[in-house]
């Protein structure tokens, strides 16, 4: 955050944003149909509304949840949140004691950690390979109170959790009593392959937590995120939201659903993955061309992050001093490790939010960065 | 709620409800300025936004809470949260230590004592009579942590705390080394009399938080409060603030904002008063023709609650049945008392949601009621 205040404005590539690419937001849509929701339905789309979301939008994601894998599910399984963030912020207040044992995937997404962090959490770090978390390593996480994974797409990793994984890590928290909290941000913007079930589809587990988001596929600003539990989790958990922040903004809900009522979801991330997938592609080029041979990356199959790992020796908090200078900006990965053992040799690249041309141009500027550090 | 809920659309009068008037919400104003911001400043605000808030807002309050008495403070003390309800958890989560004391007045706010539970606070409940709570029953707080004290025309009692207990309380809790909570969501909603300076205002106490809201003066459903703390609370709280839902709304933000910015707050305080002022009148009138002698309430001087207490021997309980048989729905303020000693004699009308010859007829109803169950 200090970096991306620091850089604003600045002439920049930034590689380190966690933002997708306002260019692409469906704003004259979004624009008609506030108009629409405010002339035919105003009083209440400004009037306050029920903790668990507004019920038509609630039985609109139940119904892309079923698509997903999660059958049977309806509006009752689902409670609308302030974006995906509050989601797990909510998850953990209720499951979460200090000194309880959450197993993540190392690394991971900062803010569930920082929320984790101020229930005073204590970290179970399960190692990833290019296939995601490792389900052998899990048995040094027994005893822990909740599995929270992030399958798709991981942020900052890249990394995508494998089928048959999928199905090791449901079975293993469902048997072992821990509540599972899997965060599927980036679930839609997958550029290869076909979408694998969620984890929290496949065993049946009382305490599985299920998140997601409109904020990458519609736009973050609306604050329109849901969660999926059985109706029991969703009570409690709406209760949790009550005290919270009363509802989620009544007319954005409406005009989230809306949007996808009138069919705009599915053409609009067809559009952020033709707009993402070749902007990936000049990354790996960019990154094969420049960084070949002395870094290591694992290709995402979507979402809109690489991780890069260099040479042991290097330090990119200052790398990034060297390439500040040049005016390129990333993250280095080390604030997304959970505990004391951070390697210091990563870094994280947001690839959608800048063009083809910027993002080759950057690299290169990494690139050299990095053969300076190492000469 | 679950009694709005049964009560919704069946030809009640609701006196239960701590909604406003939807009748009253500047829809074409809102739709007019929406339609601005999103031509004008599209993607801006439908991005990710600092978690502190939108800052041409954070300064727009600034001025606000200057005029309320504030002297000196800018943009940094205020942090815009998702509705003033958010204010009031986020200060409680980052004040409160299960087992702490919180000094409150009795009744209080159901929503805020519900968050101070979901961080297992203790109570030392302060009480009150019509110039609002007690600084002589002060004493018997000592050693709580926090003072929570909503001043203006409180809900749910309808309340206003004097001109001089407001120097005594702020006084005490700086010097006893209590944080100050101050809620003033009612703030502009006053009918008679000037307004009053914040508590927070009148003494220096690093840990004073001053909240307030959009929801009462422009609508609820954009989820638009804030707060107001030094300038170092402002940044922790904004941490905090982060991991609970990254930012409000950067959309419904900038609404509000436009909505200040080009003049129609003023105005349309003044056409909420105009509006809720005589329903006051129908509503006082009413309860002195009906229930004169046989129950006793304070004239609020704004807000939207009236309290009234019955004789000893009744339960509002049981007379909310017989008032539901003739469709007139109001709230028992037992649910009002943290801790154990809650009188069941008392009850919470809403006197803005009905229109005059409603009120009438309603607290008729009540009358009726009530006599009945006395005889």
Chains 1, 2 share one sequence.
Request: some cysteine; hydrophobic content about 40%.
């Amino acid at each position: 955050m200090e970096l991306i205040k620091t850089t604003a404005g600045g002439g920049y590539t930034s590689f380190a944003s966690g933002l997708p690419d306002p260019q692409l937001f469906p704003v004259d849509t979004l624009r008609a149909l506030t108009d629409e929701v405010l002339t035919r339905d105003g009083r209440a789309a400004l009037q306050y509304g029920p903790a668990e979301g507004y019920l038509p939008l609630r039985d609109y994601v139940a119904g892309l949840l079923r698509e997903r894998g999660f059958a049977g599910v309806t509006a009752e399984h689902v409670l609308i949140t302030t974006g995906s963030q509050q989601a797990l912020d909510l998850a953990a207040r209720a499951l979460l004691d200090p000194g309880d044992l959450v197993a993540l995937e190392t690394p991971s997404y900062l803010a569930a950690v920082q929320a984790f962090d101020s229930y005073e959490a204590a970290y179970a770090p399960v190692p990833m390979d290019s296939a995601g978390m490792c389900p052998q390593a899990l048995s040094s996480a027994r005893g822990a109170k909740l599995l929270y994974t992030l399958p798709n797409f991981q942020n900052p990793s890249g990394l995508t959790l494998a089928g048959e994984r999928r199905e090791k890590l449901a079975a293993w928290s469902a048997s072992n009593g821990l509540a599972l909290l899997e965060d599927d941000a980036y679930h839609d913007l997958r550029y290869d392959g076909e979408a694998l079930p969620p984890v929290a589809a496949l065993a049946p587990n009382p305490w599985a937590i299920y998140t997601g988001t409109f904020s990458k596929v519609v736009a973050p600003g609306v604050r329109v995120g849901y969660l999926c539990a059985q109706p029991e989790v969703v009570r409690r958990l709406g209760e949790l939201k009550q005290i919270t922040d009363l509802h989620t903004g009544s007319l954005t809900q409406r005009v989230v659903f809306e949007y996808c009522r009138a069919g705009h979801l599915e053409p609009g991330i067809a559009r952020l993955r033709a707009a993402y997938r070749p902007r990936r592609e000049a990354m790996l080029s960019a990154l094969e061309t420049h960084l070949g041979g002395i870094a290591e990356w694992t290709p995402p199959a979507g979402g809109m992050f690489v991780f890069v790992s260099l040479s042991e020796g290097l330090n990119a908090s200052r790398l990034l001093q060297r390439s500040l200078e040049r005016r390129v900006v990333f993250v280095p990965g080390e604030s997304f490790y959970p505990g004391p053992k951070r390697p210091k040799n990563t870094l994280r690249l947001n690839f959608v939010s800048a063009g083809e041309e910027a993002i080759a141009a950057g690299i290169r500027v990494l690139g050299d960065v990095v053969r300076e550090a190492l000469a």
